[in-house]
């Protein structure tokens, strides 16, 4: 007879299974110290018989899968060589399937969507890989490390007749529907958009359970939106009590004590030029003429940290937004509004408190001496970009003088900087012309003119010159000086080489041979293709090829600006790492020694990844307010301009309000299409007929869904 196999209940091998991750948890802290069960129990807090007992069973079942060692009887330490597993931060895409980022791995470990367990966009994961059928790595999740975030921004969906429901979340990187049960709906109605915090997700469940926190409204409707996209990214639009009433009490005096301490710039003609919607000026320009005919140049920034100070809660709160976040309808600001729009706020006629670099130009733009340090000014002139525009084109007005000056000196500087390497991507950015109530009544496209390359110019000088200042010797050679950088790597070989084969084919040719004809190429390209149908495909794939630009401790430079040494120093009033350079830069005025790179490394990289959020914060916005602007033109013909293209389709921009929209292959019912990804475009199998990136087509708008923030789009022949 044979014998009767033992059961084990799924229940108790679940109630184990989540015992085990409580233990490689503890583990962790310490992992290469040694355990016995007993340090085991109570470092997860299973203190009585019972719970020793299934402590005891876990650790066979870990030990059984080779996550721990026994290294003597009833002692047992990590096993940390496991063939196999790495560690590393997921990325999912649109299909669900995911990608793991492991430093130090070339390539991305690729996870399909069956294999991601119950991980969720952006958390720390521990991945056993393996090569599947000769293709790149592929791997599985085996445990979820580290949760990136626990909060969501979703719909309520209630079960009829049920006490229970299903926040369905809107990013698609959520791959799964979250469980309410009963008294957790925290005053929400079926339909709501909420935001849910995710309490647990027992293994072996489907769905994780969560109860809603917060209420944001009806979807679709304009401040349920936008507070859901606030919401999505983890970005406040208030401030603590206590955060504002720390900023209320901030001494405002100019007091001559503190005067004394400081250049006194106060009699030089100054002024702002900044858009024309702008509260916090943060950046001035003084100018003055030698009697050596060399002209003085100021650079004056908002002195922020005379005001926040280190372990202070404004500055804790500061660091925490790391940044300002522009909408299209609102700022949220880094600072509390008293200190940016009013106590930092570099205001006409009043006197300020500013951080400066003054630098002696010749007529050339040559720099013949320079100075940095803390002054007081009183800026004359708050002028717009258009007014300052105005006086570089008519040259009548008040200070137009002074402006065609420091025209003149930036027009110098730029194409220095061209010929240096610096690449001149010059995009348009797209804006909302918006009535009382925040609906678009139209749309513009924010276009570089000479006043706003005058500021660019000479706030870039101050970034470079500040960031060499701390980081070379009189001698030119490095001081190692901690400090922190913006920079920006050299673009990937195989993008370039794939641009280059692709506009070689449009007639348009590029020098690989090393960085300066790489940026020479590119310069020349983005020339040539200007006003040509294929212009914006070109600049679009030119973009894609570039790295992106980080802050980091490490001075590798900046290539899209052709900088060896350069760091954000010019607006510390919404950008929490120009706050850090200067209390950098004033340390080593003062004569201090190098302070711990470590951590000005960790606070690099927070305020890099705030800066990602807010950067898609912004465009989400956007992309609301174009589906908004687009609900009044459903079933209208525009044409438009493939912008990108994937597996299962391709989008269209309209370029005469940036707007862009989905063509799903499915829905071409001519032919059966094919992505070609060498070529950027879909071919039909029996027609032969193409849609590429860039390619001119007629479009009508069949759909706009403003929750998903999506248009969807038809081809019309």
Known sequence: MPKKKKYISQKNDHKLMEIGRLILRFMTENSTKIYNYKQISDGIDYKN??????????????????????????????????????????????????????EGLEDDVFIHSKNVKDALQGDKVLIVTYNYKGKKMEGSVLEVLERTRTEFVGTLQVVTHKDFGFVV??????????????????????????????????????????????????????????????????????????????????????????????????????FTIDPKDAKDFDDALSIRKLDNGNWEIGVHIADVSHYVIPGTILDDEAYQRATSVYLVDRVVPMLPEVLSNDVCSLRPNEDKFTFSAVFELNDSAEIQKQWFGRTVIHSDRRFTYEEAQERIENKEGDYTEEILVLDNLAKIMRAERIRQGAITFDRSEVRFNLDENNQPIGVYFKVSKDSNHLIEEFMLLANKKVSEFVSLSKKGSPTNNTFIYRIHDDPDPAKLEALRDFVSTFGYKMDLANTKKVAESLN???????????????????????????????????????????????????????????????????????????????????????????????????????????????????????????????????????????????????????????THAVYGSRTGKRYQLGDQVQIKVIKANLIQKQLDFKIVD
């Open 524 to 678: 020349q390209l983005l020339s040539d293709v200007k006003g040509k149908g294929e212009e914006n495909m070109v600049e679009t794939l030119a973009m894609r090829s570039m790295s992106k630009a980080v802050y980091s401790t490490d001075p590798i430079g900046h290539y899209g600006l052709g900088f060896d040494y350069y760091s954000h120093f010019t607006s510390p009033i919404r950008r929490y790492p120009d706050l850090i350079a200067h209390r950098l830069l004033q340390h080593y005025l003062d004569g201090g020694k190098s302070p711990s790179r470590e951590e000005v490394e960790e606070k690099a990289k927070y305020c890099s990844s705030r800066e990602r959020l807010a950067a898609d914060a912004e465009r989400d916005s956007i992309k609301f307010m174009q589906v908004k602007f687009m609900e009044k033109h459903l079933g209208e013909t525009f044409s438009g301009v493939i912008s990108g293209v994937a597996e299962f389709g391709f989008w269209v921009e309209i370029p005469e309000n940036g707007a862009e929209g989905l063509i799903k292959l499915r829905d071409l019912m001519d032919d059966s299409y094919t992505y070609d990804k060498s």
């Open 169 to 270: 979340c809107d990013k698609k990187s959520i791959n799964t529907d979250i469980f309410i049960p009963k008294g957790k709906f925290g005053g929400a109605q079926d339909g709501d958009k909420v935001v849910v915090k995710m309490t647990e997700w027992r293994p072996g469940d489907k769905n994780p359970e969560g109860e809603i926190i917060k209420v944001l409204g009806a979807p679709g409707e304009h401040e349920t939106e936008i507070h859901s996209i606030l919401a999505e990214y983890g970005l406040p639009y208030q401030f603590p009590e206590e955060v504002e009433a720390d900023a209320d009490k901030i001494d405002r005096s100019i007091t001559e004590e503190e005067v004394a301490k400081r250049w006194d710039m106060r009699g030089i003609t100054t």
């Open 49 to 102: 018989p019972r719970q020793r007992e299934l402590v005891i069973q876990a650790l066979h079942k870990l030990q059984g899968s080779e996550r721990i060692k026994e290294t003597e009887k009833g002692k047992y330490i990590l096993n940390l060589n496991i063939e196999g597993t790495l560690t590393g931060t997921i990325d999912f895409n649109q299909s669900g399937n995911a990608y793991v980022r492991v």
